[in-house]
């Protein structure tokens, strides 16, 4: 959550003397107050770096006069403890003191000297309860999140966050993408190892725990919009110096294209095209393949295809070596389009528009259902609608209205489908067509 500094805040900075107090609260797994340590502060450091997984770390030593300080089950502190961290600034003439909350941690290793009384912890944030560090480990099983299920990017984080964790505080932004693939974990893998994969499906985000410990998943802000809090005239009686350094060799134009990647059974760059009949020619070696000859259903190739531009129909031909100085085999020869769309046409409608040229629209909708959807909106009869097109794309919206008209320079199946025909559209068709029908 965003921090708004008060009156208070800004006049503090102007003071040179200030004492630093440090507040440690004890929490218990649901983030309840269970215990504060006062404690004399003698040393300590906190660290914050945006660009890494744990952003946030603190160590510190107290002088603790409590018997029950230690690190033990029957001791205030323990792994079943969280710790949130309050840094106080005292000003000498002020009664009080300006606290600021730190946020929640848990501690990853200690020290405590019983003889001089002083207690050494050193704190990561909450990551390092999903990360493995200190939990977060899938214990052995294997997850799965399938593609099949059609769930959305956020659904998934929220998901994982929930059923894998204890966390149940969360603030995830939409991220409206379906999960392009099924994904994989194991044993090896880590509760942050999916959340980090999920959230690199959508470039431009960032996982962090806030104060409170609310997981947040947002995207990276650019700041452009935000106000500004402290400007020049606040900050420039503290500057004691300044300093600007820059490395024009580190700035990159760059441009990243995000798709689909897939773990394959076999990888192969030998491949060569035959142009005569619109063939792709790869080359494998030692593929397992059943004893008819046949490939197993479940293996995956990749074919590293030369740039070739190819006519509509296309096939990959397989060849197979059983070993590198086996003979070679043509195994199989597939359709490449046609499996293309086989896949493609399980959730959208392909309209060929001539050569390699197509459309790809959701199923269930076309322009016919866009001119529905007006006319209900704008109250117009059914009987008074009226439609031009002159290709495959316009089929089901000349077919729907009333009156259809197919331009003259059209492609056929446009022509066949309409009512009137009128002239090419560089020839007025769209003036011939409403004269013809005495709309104007």
């Known amino acids: 959550m965003p921090y708004y500094p008060t009156q208070k805040d800004i006049q503090s900075l102007g003071f040179s003397e200030k004492m630093l107090l440090v507040k440690i609260v004890l929490l218990n797994k649901q983030f309840q107050s269970v215990y504060e340590l006062n404690y004399e502060y003698i040393s300590g450091d906190m660290t914050t770096d945006t660009d890494s997984d744990i952003r946030n770390t603190f160590s510190m030593t107290l002088a603790a006069c409590d018997e029950k300080t230690g690190i033990a089950e029957d001791k205030k502190l323990w792994i079943d403890k969280f710790v949130k961290v309050f840094i106080g600034v005292k000003v000498p ?49 294997e997850t799965i999140i399938y593609e099949a299920d059609k769930h959305t990017i956020r659904y998934a984080i929220i998901e994982t966050l929930t059923d894998l964790t204890p966390f149940q505080k969360y603030y995830v932004e939409d991220m409206p993408k379906l999960i392009p693939f099924d994904l994989e974990f194991g044993a090896a893998d880590t509760v942050w190892t999916i959340l980090t994969k999920l959230r690199d499906l959508y ?103 030369p740039a070739k531009n190819t006519e509509a129909g296309a096939k990959l031909a397989i060849h197979n070596k059983p070993s590198a100085s086996g003979t070679e085999t043509l195994v199989t020869t597939l359709p490449i389009t046609d ?81 009137y025909v009128t002239a090419a559209l560089w020839e007025d068709g769209i003036y011939q067509g409403c004269k013809h029908y005495g709309l104007i």
């Open 203 to 305: 470039p431009g985000h960032e996982m962090f725990f806030d104060t409170d410990g609310t997981f947040i998943c947002r995207k990276v802000s650019t700041l452009e919009s935000d106000p500004v809090l402290l400007d020049d005239s606040i900050l420039q009686p503290l500057y004691l110096s300044e300093t600007d350094n820059g490395n024009l060799k580190d700035i990159r134009n760059v441009s990243k294209v995000w798709g689909k990647c897939l773990d394959t059974d076999y990888f192969t760059d030998s491949c060569t095209y035959d142009t005569a009949a619109n063939t792709y020619h790869a080359h494998f070696t030692g593929i397992a393949v059943n004893e008819d000859g046949s490939l197993p259903t479940s293996t995956k190739f990749a074919v590293k295809m």
């Open 93 to 141: 003439c002020w009664e009080e003191t300006l606290w600021y909350d730190k946020g929640i941690f848990i501690m990853t290793d200690y020290s405590y000297d019983a003889m001089n009384r002083t207690l050494h912890i050193n704190c990561s944030d909450l990551v390092c309860t999903l990360n493995g560090d200190v939990g977060g480990s899938l214990e052995g099983l």
């Open 339 to 419: 499996s293309l769309e086989q896949e493609i046409g399980k959730d959208y409608t392909i309209i060929h528009r001539g050569g390699d040229f197509m459309e790809i629209v959701p199923k269930g909708y076309s322009k016919a259902t866009g001119i529905r959807e007006i006319c209900k909106i704008l109250g117009v009869a059914h009987e008074d609608t009226y439609s031009f097109g002159d290709s495959t794309n316009d089929l089901d919206m000349l077919e729907y209205t009333a009156h259809s008209i197919a331009m003259g320079d059209g492609m056929q199946q446009a022509k066949d489908a309409a009512e």
